[in-house]
């Protein structure tokens, strides 16, 4: 059984360095960890690169040769991407053993983990290769700095974790940017009516129906929270892994190595 973690989220919430701190980090624990590159409009990594979607289709020969725009050329390189998973991912994917780690450090569209299946379909192509797989949605920590840009952040993320249907963890981006912390914390464990109180202050009255509507989605089903990511703590990384490892069940299956001991090992 091979292992992996889908990361998304949307521009700039940081990805690609999630990506490479977390090779680091497993370097230096000595794990092994893979990291696949998605974007086909990627130029630059700060980490290894085990497999590149720019080997089959590149953003700019398409732009060039179809005359499309920078997001339209992006859908159609992942939708090419779509087309060959028999193909190419599948003979990638064969240069791994069955306990591999890989981390798939995807474009940030929203429309790619919101609505269109394409993302959806590379899972579940994954999952019939015997991967088990968790989805990790970044949101930029600096991006929420009030209660309308929380419910926009929590929104996106459950239409992501609607979309996939798979193991779930939502990451709070960038903390260490973050000047006032306090402000996030009441937004780590949010109380409904809290924000309900705070919504309807900043929302026009012909809204106070749909911000209960959004509150009490939130608040009854319990579906959306956030854990915090510091890159300059390890114990933020190791913490936030730990959960990545125990929603895929990494490890579990592994054999139980047994240790020969010899007369010197045992006391009298």
Known sequence: MGYAQLVIGPAGSGKSTYCSSLHRHCEAAGRSLHIVN????????????????????????????????PNGALMYCMEELEDNLDDWLTDELDNYLDDDYLVFDCPGQIELFS?????????????????????????????????TKFISGCMASLSAMVQFELPHINILSKMDLVTNKRDIEDFLNPQGQVLLSELNQLMAPQFLK????????????SMVSFVPLDLRKESSIRYILSQIDNCIQYGEDADVKVKDFGPEDIDD
Not at 52 to 66: A, G
Not at 129 to 146: A, E, G, H, P, R
């Open 38 to 69: 998605l974007d086909p409009a990627a130029e630059q990594f700060d980490y290894p690169v085990a497999m590149d979607i720019r080997e089959l289709i590149c953003l700019d020969d398409v732009m060039e040769e179809l005359g499309m725009g």
């Open 115 to 147: 609505h269109v299946p394409v993302l959806r379909n590379f899972v579940e192509h994954l999952k019939s290769k015997n991967f088990n797989v968790c989805v990790v949605y970044l949101l930029d920590s600096q991006f929420i700095t009030d209660v």
């Open 210 to 221: 749909l911000n209960k509507a959004l509150i009490e989605l939130i608040d009854q089903y």
